[in-house]
């Protein structure tokens, strides 16, 4: 039966395919960013009284209102930020589909940093608007000013940027974001800022969201979600907030796409971000012990990893074919990862780089530590 090119054109994606591969081998999965434990057990409690509590059906298309309430306070508390709008998503990916498909005309060209997360392509091309990469490359993945004003021309509409940033690792600096400011307002462009790794960034790092800049509250979208910070990515809750119209050109698309659900996780998710900051910081602060564990032990095994400075993810170079290399992995050592060159459109820009996931129990670590040491 025929069915659309939009759909052939899309396959499967990495995280599913490399999923299935550690099903399949039994192997240990360091490819898809899942935690392996639960989030906070008084936030599954707040789910289940809302469950119990008759919160059960559709939920108003802005999202619950104390979720909203939080959402707003976390947003002043954290940042100072009072955006003018918001709106409760089907976690951040249907903010990410929404908010394209509500600002972009075909035609319209979306810069994007790459490597990039693969639901910003599918998303770009369902909207009919065409994405120009900015490359970030190994070692540093650092944005060079040269390579983002090449990107932008009479047709840019929007910028899509995501920090802390999957797949690298990298935390965007104040300069760089300054210049991604500069280039915005001097273009007229609109900024989507996915920031589901918000709270997970380590050491020095600080994540500063874009809508913070000067020129910049008014043209951003500004987009997370419970998913990462409280160890819940099978939830879905996320949000967006930003200038009237933004939220607006989202939101008439959302109604159509899911209309409003996830009730009873709406409020649980007010729940979680009501918790202390404190609980925020030892979700943190764990993931942080485990990300120097998995640097620990890819540099034992003779694999060169990059030490990220947030979110789930570390890299490495394991000095060969990365894609031949993740094939045969599990094979070789019972370990699945994901070759970089999977967020790429320059497939020879980290060539030899692989993501390992460090979102996982101590000792599941250890154990792929000491496989992957076995390769040497
Ligand atoms: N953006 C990035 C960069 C991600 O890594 C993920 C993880 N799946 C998402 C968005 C999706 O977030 P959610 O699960 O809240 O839809
Ligand atoms: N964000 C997760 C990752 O990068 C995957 C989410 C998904 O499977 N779509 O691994």
Same mark, same amino acid.
């Given at each position: 039966?025929?069915?659309?090119?939009?759909?052939?054109?899309?396959?499967?994606?990495? !995280?599913?395919?490399?999923?299935?591969?550690?099903?399949?081998?039994?192997?240990?999965?360091?490819?898809?960013?899942?935690?392996?434990?639960?989030?906070?057990?008084?936030?599954?409690?707040?789910?289940?009284?809302?469950?119990?509590?008759?919160?059960?059906?559709?939920?108003?298309?802005?999202?619950?209102?104390?979720?909203?309430?939080?959402?707003?306070?976390?947003?002043?508390?954290?940042?100072?930020?009072?955006?003018?709008?918001?709106?409760?998503?089907?976690?951040?990916?249907?903010?990410?589909?929404?908010?394209?498909?509500?600002?972009?005309?075909?035609?319209?060209?979306?810069?994007?940093?790459?490597?990039?997360?693969?639901?910003?392509?599918?998303?770009?091309?369902?909207?009919?608007?065409?994405?120009?990469?900015?490359?970030?490359?190994?070692?540093?993945?650092?944005?060079?000013?040269?390579?983002?004003?090449?990107?932008?021309?009479?047709?840019?509409?929007?910028?899509?940027?995501?920090?802390?940033?999957?797949?690298?690792?990298?935390?965007?600096?104040?300069?760089?974001?300054?210049?991604?400011?500069?280039?915005?307002?001097?273009?007229?462009?609109?900024?989507?800022?996915?920031?589901?790794?918000?709270?997970?960034?380590?050491?020095?790092?600080?994540?500063?969201?874009?809508?913070?800049?000067?020129?910049?509250?008014?043209?951003?979208?500004?987009?997370?979600?419970?998913?990462?910070?409280?160890?819940?990515?099978?939830?879905?809750? &996320?949000?967006?907030?930003?200038?009237?119209?933004?939220?607006?050109?989202?939101?008439?698309?959302?109604?159509?796409?899911?209309?409003?659900?996830?009730?009873?996780?709406?409020?649980?998710?007010?729940?979680?971000?009501?918790?202390?900051?404190?609980?925020?910081?030892?979700?943190?602060?764990?993931? &942080?012990?485990?990300?120097?564990?998995?640097?620990?032990?890819?540099?034992?095994?003779?694999?060169?990893?990059?030490?990220?400075?947030?979110?789930?993810?570390?890299?490495?170079?394991? &000095?060969?074919?990365?894609?031949?290399?993740?094939?045969?992995?599990?094979?070789?050592? &019972?370990?699945?990862?994901?070759?970089?060159?999977?967020?790429?459109?320059?497939?020879?820009?980290?060539?030899?780089?692989?993501?390992?996931? !460090?979102?996982?129990?101590?000792?599941?670590?250890?154990?792929?530590?000491?496989?992957?040491?076995?390769?040497?």
């Amino acid at each position: 039966m025929k069915t659309a090119a939009r759909a052939a054109g899309l396959g499967t994606t990495i !995280f599913t395919e490399m999923s299935a591969l550690a099903l399949q081998t039994a192997a240990i999965n360091l490819g898809q960013g899942f935690p392996d434990t639960d989030g906070p057990p008084e936030v599954i409690e707040a789910a289940v009284a809302a469950l119990r509590g008759a919160h059960n059906q559709y939920a108003p298309l802005p999202g619950v209102p104390p979720l909203r309430e939080a959402v707003l306070e976390h947003q002043r508390s954290y940042y100072d930020l009072e955006p003018e709008d918001l709106l409760i998503t089907f976690g951040a990916t249907e903010a990410i589909a929404a908010s394209l498909l509500g600002v972009c005309d075909p035609g319209d060209e979306v810069v994007v940093l790459e490597p990039y997360y693969d639901s910003y392509a599918a998303c770009i091309s369902f909207a009919g608007a065409e994405r120009r990469p900015v490359t970030l490359a190994p070692p540093d993945f650092a944005l060079r000013e040269e390579a983002l004003r090449a990107a932008i021309g009479p047709r840019t509409r929007v910028l899509l940027l995501n920090s802390p940033h999957n797949p690298t690792g990298r935390v965007l600096t104040r300069p760089e974001l300054e210049l991604i400011a500069g280039v915005c307002v001097e273009h007229d462009l609109i900024c989507i800022s996915d920031e589901v790794y918000e709270h997970l960034v380590f050491d020095d790092a600080r994540h500063m969201p874009p809508a913070t800049l000067p020129g910049m509250a008014g043209r951003t979208l500004t987009i997370s979600s419970v998913g990462k910070t409280f160890s819940f990515t099978g939830w879905k809750i &996320g949000w967006c907030s930003g200038p009237t119209e933004l939220v607006a050109a989202t939101r008439a698309i959302k109604q159509y796409l899911t209309f409003a659900g996830g009730t009873p996780l709406q409020y649980a998710a007010a729940a979680a971000l009501s918790l202390p900051r404190s609980a925020i910081e030892t979700l943190r602060d764990d993931l &942080g012990q485990r990300r120097d564990q998995l640097c620990a032990g890819l540099d034992a095994a003779g694999l060169q990893p990059l030490v990220p400075a947030g979110t789930y993810f570390v890299n490495a170079d394991v &000095g060969q074919d990365a894609v031949e290399f993740c094939a045969s992995l599990p094979e070789r050592c &019972g370990v699945v990862a994901i070759p970089m060159a999977a967020f790429y459109d320059d497939k020879a820009a980290a060539s030899t780089f692989v993501r390992f996931a !460090f979102c996982k129990r101590a000792e599941v670590i250890a154990e792929a530590a000491q496989r992957l040491a076995s390769l040497a």
